[in-house]
């Protein structure tokens, strides 16, 4: 049955591969166009930043092309038909981690003039070690995304043509591996703003073409009321995924993943001439990324208004959840020529903005952290020094292809999978900034065993999860009962449920869960949460630091000056061990004890 449904669908006609074929030729050209300019090449410096040459909404643009993935256009969709409107909470989180972005990490970081962003790791701790533990895990982090995120696009181009999953990485890995290497920074973010403009002209379309369909905004309305879509779980247990409070956590927590403490969000920030200007971008972000969701959120109600009588998941007609979507296009739109393409041209432009960003951000990340003080490497010319960059970026891009292609036979919801790994690499990165930051007294002994704590927390629970088998999450009311009608389908053999009642999870008790049941909406917090009391008790045993030796500017203001109050209280006076003049003026930091 399946197979049959497949093959009646319509394929990519001339005017598809047009729509999508202009997208992908246009970026290959920005990235030529970049490639050979002078000051793209002039200095590593403007190959990785380009610090004060780019247009405030173009950087703004990209900040939401590197956040905003193949995953999110695909995923929000199917959390919006499958699970409800549980997602939309998310935005309550988002709010507070971008208000966290503006009031403290943005005027912590900015002010440094960093170019790798862990290089605070150094400046605050007086670590190299911790700098370069914190690199690797978020090399892993951003290495592993780049093989999810040319994964997923895979899903929807395998529906509408015959070519197979791989041969559609290698050929959107090479486009965009071409296009970041040649023109660096200013390619990534001229690129970002083609890609982010076809990203919500895509779901836009499917939205008016669905509503449409279905004879309006009141009937598709009508429709999502009556399948619960709006129906909001408050439970609060840490084992229920779908809850308004696990999207809200979930939420903040992808707040800081994508802009608190990643080198791809912070290269945009510092390319900005003020931090006032870098706040205000930071702000119009964040409305734009909600906005974004929104709309990728309401494509996937587009969707449930079309099959809320045959869902094509239960009628066996699409193998994965993330799959409807693109079904969709082919099913109800595909006779409408170029919506395929303009569809497609949307995820694979999530895919390539995201790719594209976090490829150039790696580059900059070994050069920066591990290349550039070797002797070799220091004393190259800086034409010489953007080829080694250039290598690197290309570098990035084909093991991430390699990677994409050996996720290919991963099994699961895309956010879940991309989620468990996300995780697992990026808490312990979180973990070591925020300590920094917010707990003046924490020092390098504390952030490595915090950092360590929250690396084995998140892994222990990923790969137990993985091993004993993702727990299929409770989907709303799915009903096949239109589908001998319209599909030529007999209701009566294919499974449903009842209306308004979801498939029955497990009994929320201590008996019926196990610590790999946690939801993955809550994984990351918990890993932080953990890693950084970790890192303050050990710190509280090994001896605080003394707020007078570290560095101006590495702690935020309004922390910085309570602990300073608090350790005068405390002793009297700056250090009851070490006379005043030893104090190396807050040129470096250092540890003593109390």
């Known amino acids: 049955m399946e197979e049959t449904a497949q093959k009646e669908l319509p394929k ?173 920074v200013r390619a990534v973010v001229w ?130 959840h993330d799959m409807i979507l693109s079904y969709l296009i082919m099913d109800r739109l595909g006779h409408l020529r170029g919506v395929a393409g303009l569809f497609v041209a949307a995820v694979c432009g999530g895919a390539l903005s995201s790719t594209s960003s976090y490829s150039n951000s790696i580059a900059c990340l070994i050069w920066e952290d591990f290349l550039k003080e070797i002797t070799f490497f220091s004393r190259l010319s800086p034409t010489s020094s953007v080829t080694v960059l250039k290598m690197l970026s290309l570098l990035a891009g084909v093991v991430g292809l390699i990677l994409g292609i050996l996720m290919d036979g991963l099994k699961g919801h895309i956010i879940k999978i991309a989620n468990l ?13 925020l300590a920094g930051i917010l707990n003046p007294w924490v020092n390098y002994k504390g952030a490595i065993a915090g950092l360590v704590a929250s690396s084995c927390f998140s892994l222990w629970i990923a790969i137990g999860s993985l091993m004993q088998g993702m727990s299929p999450t409770p989907m709303l009311h799915l009903s096949t009962a239109g589908c001998s009608t319209t599909h030529g389908t007999t209701a009566a053999l294919l499974t449903t449920y009842p209306p308004n009642v979801t498939q029955a999870p497990p009994p929320d008790s201590s008996e019926s869960n196990t610590i790999y049941d946690i939801s993955d909406f809550y994984l990351g917090i918990l890993s932080l949460i953990l890693g950084l009391l970790v890192a303050n008790i050990i710190s509280i045993f090994t001896g605080v630091v003394n707020p007078w030796t570290l560095r101006t500017g590495v702690l935020a203001p309004p922390c910085e000056r309570f602990y300073k109050y608090l350790w005068l209280k405390i002793h009297g006076e700056r250090n009851p061990y070490i006379p005043k003049e030893a104090i190396p003026d807050g040129q470096r930091a250092a540890e003593t004890l109390l």
């Open 12 to 184: 990519f006609s001339t005017l598809d591969y047009v729509v999508f074929g202009a997208m992908l030729v246009i970026s290959l050209l920005i990235g030529l166009l970049c490639g050979f300019q002078r000051n793209t090449s002039s200095s590593p410096l403007n190959y990785v930043q380009a610090k004060g040459s780019l247009a405030p909404p173009a950087i703004m643009l990209s900040l939401l092309g590197g956040a905003i993935s193949a995953i999110s256009i695909l995923g929000t969709a199917t959390e919006a038909y499958y699970f409800g409107a549980e997602f939309l909470i998310s935005f309550v989180g988002i709010t507070l981690g971008m208000t966290l972005l503006y009031f403290i990490l943005l005027p912590t970081l900015f002010t440094l003039n960093l170019v790798s962003i862990h290089e605070y790791i150094e400046l605050r701790y007086a670590s190299p070690v911790l700098r370069k533990l914190s690199c690797l895990s978020q090399l892993l982090n951003l290495t592993l995304l780049m093989g999810i995120l040319l994964y997923a696009p895979s899903v929807a181009l395998c529906t509408v043509t015959n070519l197979p999953s791989w041969a559609l990485m290698l050929f959107l890995g090479c486009v965009c591996t071409f296009y970041t290497t040649l023109g660096g």
């Open 191 to 320: 690129t970002d703003v083609l890609q982010v403009i076809v990203m919500v002209l895509g779901p836009i379309t499917i939205i008016a073409l669905c509503i449409t369909e279905v004879g309006g905004v009141g009937q598709a309305w009508a429709i999502v009321q009556n399948g619960s879509r709006f129906t909001v779980n408050t439970d609060p247990s840490i084992f229920v995924r779908n809850s308004a409070w696990g999207t809200a956590v979930y939420g903040f927590y992808l707040t800081l993943m994508f802009f608190g403490a990643n080198q791809a969000a912070f290269q945009r920030f510092s390319s900005m001439r003020s931090l006032q200007m870098a706040q205000r971008i930071s702000l119009l972000t964040g409305v734009g990324w909600i906005i974004l969701w929104s709309v990728f959120f309401f494509s996937g109600l587009a969707a449930y208004v079309v099959y809320h009588d045959c869902d094509p998941l239960a009628s066996g007609k699409i193998r994965k």
């Open 421 to 433: 790994i996300v995780v697992s690499t990026s808490s312990s990165v979180f973990t070591v900034y």
